[in-house]
Every structure is written in C-alpha cells, then in structure tokens.
C-alpha cells in the first residue's frame, strides 16, 4: 500500500511560479514511476508529467514544456512539480500518483495504481 499527500498549492497571479510537493509512504517508492496530473472544473482528469523511478527519465505535456519541471528524491520518498510561468489555464486540483509497473510513457489516469488527494493550483490574471 501507498500514501501520497500533496502540499504546496495556492494562488498566484500569472506568470508566477510554485512548487508542488508529494510525499510517498512505503519501502519501494523508487522503483514506482511517479506522475502529476491535473483536473479542472468540468474537465477530465489530465496528465502532466511523470518520472522513472531512478530519476532519469522524464514526460511531459505539450503545454507545459519548457515551463514545469518533475523531480524526485527517493531518499525523502518524495516528488516535486516546479512550476513557473503560470498561466490561467493551469488553474485545477494537481494531484500526484504512482504506476507500479515503472515505466514512461502511460499517460492514462486508469494505469496508476494510487493517488494523492490533490492540492488546489488558482492562477489569477
């Protein structure tokens, strides 16, 4: 079983920044690919950005390219979503959630097996 809980959302005006936190219970986290996804109201629940266990790989949508950053530290069980550049369509609920099998490039919220309760992201213009 695994536990995640976001922090560090908030509101900020457009073209600010903030950085996402998630920390992870249990003993093989970093062997879990990790993923932030976002859901706005009355929108689908949409993928962000994910991470291979080790670090070196990462995926990103387009539009946050060149804009958010994913990054994790498996000695603090725990991942990040650097944001800069925020722009009023990145308003939602971020949430952070872990794939077990480990791999790039599943971007679906059905392929990952546990999910963090969200914190609230509002850019003001």
């Known amino acids: 079983q695994v536990q995640l809980v976001e922090s560090g959302g908030g509101l900020v005006q457009a073209g600010g920044s903030l950085r996402l936190s998630c920390a992870a219970s249990?003993?093989?986290?970093?062997?879990?690919?990790m993923g932030w996804f976002r859901q706005a109201p009355g929108k689908e629940r949409e993928f962000v950005a994910a991470?291979?266990?080790?670090?070196?790989?990462?995926d990103y949508v387009d539009s946050v390219k060149g804009r958010f950053s994913i990054s994790r530290d498996n000695a603090k069980n725990a991942v990040y979503l650097q944001m800069n550049s925020l722009k009023p369509e990145d308003t939602a609920v971020y949430h952070c959630?872990?794939?077990?099998?480990?791999?790039?490039?599943?971007?679906?919220?059905?392929?990952?097996?546990?999910w963090g309760q969200g914190t609230q992201v509002t850019v003001s213009t």
């Open positions: 991470i291979t266990g080790s670090g070196g790989s990462t």
């Open positions: 959630a872990a794939d077990t099998r480990g791999v790039l490039g599943r971007r679906r919220p059905r392929e990952y097996s546990y």
């Open positions: 249990g003993r093989i986290f970093s062997s879990y690919t």
